[in-house]
């Protein structure tokens, strides 16, 4: 072979190798995203859906964005999404809607002013309610004495109504007894004068 043959078929092979490599290069490329043109998010997802479910959607009735399904709340998760890439917090992107739609935005009411009252008032009122079944149940503990006995008359000026509602509750059960039973005025003993 003469060397000026060799040349061409160098070339051609090296063509090849070449060509070879630059195609490796490009599907690797293809297969992988590269870094240094996408960035990496500083937000995660769930982070993003929280504040999406902190959110009222301004056009569906108690619905919030990651609920409702309309175009606005599509570009409102949007907005979310874009400021917190930003590096905002939280409390930033929750003022920023506030100061565009009010406070009736927010899915809770800030707990802070009078809407205080709207998260102290269950707790108050499940505290008042054990406090109260706590005095009645010690105070139902505290009276009762032993079953079947009778209560003790501490007072001597009750007795005569006692007989008398005694008397009472005799002739409601068809109880007879003496004219005295039968005659339930105070004082009237059956002794006639």
């Known amino acids: 072979m003469t060397p000026s043959l060799q040349l061409p078929r160098l070339a051609k092979s090296l063509f090849w190798a070449v060509l070879l490599v630059a195609l490796a290069i490009a ?3 293809v297969a992988r995203p590269i870094h240094a043109q996408t960035p990496e998010p500083v937000f995660t997802e769930s982070e993003a859906q929280t504040i999406d479910r902190m959110l009222m959607c301004p ?3 108690a619905e919030t964005i990651d609920q409702a399904q309309v175009e606005i709340s599509r570009q409102m998760r949007q907005i979310v999404r874009e400021m917190l890439g930003e590096g905002k917090d939280r409390e930033e992107i929750l003022d920023f809607f506030v100061e ?3 406070k009736d935005i927010l899915a809770a009411p800030p707990k802070s002013g009078a809407n205080l009252v ?3 008032m269950p707790a108050a009122g499940v505290i008042a309610a054990l406090v109260a079944a706590f ?8 009276n009762v004495g032993a079953p079947g006995a009778p209560a003790k008359n501490t007072d001597a000026g009750l007795t005569p109504y006692l007989q008398l509602v005694d008397r009472h509750l005799d002739m409601a059960r068809g109880g007879g007894g003496s004219p005295e039973a039968r005659d339930p005025r105070p004082g009237n003993s059956g002794d006639k004068a």
């Not at 005095?135 to 505290?142: G, H, N, P």
């Open 27 to 29: 599907a690797f490329s």
């Open 59 to 61: 056009v569906c009735p």
């Open 100 to 102: 565009r739609y009010g």
């Open 118 to 120: 709207a998260w102290l």
């Open 135 to 142: 005095f009645i149940l010690r105070s139902m503990t505290r």
